[in-house]
T-cell receptor, first 110, second 113 residues
Framework: QKEVEQDPGPLSVPEGAIVSLNCTYS??????FMWYRQYSRKGPELLMYTYSSGNKEDGRFTAQVDKSSKYISLFIRDSQPSDSATYLC??????????FGTGTSLTVIP | NAGVTQTPKFQVLKTGQSMTLQCAQDMNHNSMYWYRQDPGMGLRLIYY???????DKGEVPNGYNVSRLNKREFSLRLESAAPSQTSVYFC????????????FGQGTRLTVV
């Protein structure tokens, strides 16, 4: 069983829709949770970072961590064509080794 | 401000050839990482260096060696390339030892034929 599971999609939504991206994990010792966005042929860039449980909001993006269910989510409100990318979840015990999901490909249609 | 710079961007090798992927960061970060990204596999950690002078194996270290040359530079060497090492390689760095915010380079696309 992989440490981190992420539905690869692809996910296609109309502009303005609310997007929900999710990851599940198996190891309850994970403490750090991140979401990265990766445009085609580019390196991943950090979107959101959360330590332990709870919610974090940054503009149109909200990250949620539910440690009891071993489930993390990223919500994108008022989605834009520029949000079209692959979204990677990542998590870590100590912060020195990250475990990444395989990524979900998102297309926002104008 | 360049961030994390990787060279080369593209490379084709023949099986058995060796090469070194270079990575440099100008953010004065302590920790640096090498990942490979393959379709359906996500990003997998090859090696990391928590601070200058230290290196540790990650999830998939076999067939690779690394050198933390100084605080800025972290290189990845393939001594005898194999087709299974065809991948996109990413270098990353982070400010804190806890690596909570890693910054990635643009990647090196390596093909081994």
């Amino acid at each position: 069983q992989k440490e981190v599971e992420q539905d690869p999609g692809p996910l296609s939504v109309p502009e303005g829709a609310i997007v929900s991206l999710n990851c599940t994990y198996s190891n309850s010792a994970f403490q750090y949770f991140m979401w990265y966005r990766q445009y085609s042929r580019k390196g991943p860039e950090l979107l959101m970072y959360t330590y332990s449980s709870g919610n974090k909001e940054d503009g149109r993006f909200t990250a949620q961590v539910d440690k009891s269910s071993k489930y993390i989510s990223l919500f994108i409100r008022d989605s834009q064509p520029s949000d079209s990318a692959t979204y990677l979840c990542a998590m870590s015990f100590t912060g020195n080794q990250f475990y990444f999901g395989t990524g979900t490909s998102l297309t926002v249609i104008p | 401000n360049a961030g994390v710079t990787q060279t080369p961007k593209f490379q084709v090798l023949k099986t058995g050839q060796s090469m070194t992927l270079q990575c440099a960061q100008d953010m004065n970060h302590n920790s640096m990482y090498w990942y490979r990204q393959d379709p359906g596999m996500g990003l997998r950690l090859i090696y990391y260096s928590a601070s200058e002078g230290t290196t540790d194996k990650g999830e998939v270290p076999n067939g690779y060696n690394v050198s933390r040359l100084n605080k800025r530079e972290f290189s990845l060497r393939l001594e005898s390339a194999a087709p299974s090492q065809t991948s996109v390689y990413f270098c990353a760095s982070s400010e804190k030892g806890t690596a909570t915010e890693a910054f990635f380079g643009q990647g090196t696309r390596l093909t081994v034929v």
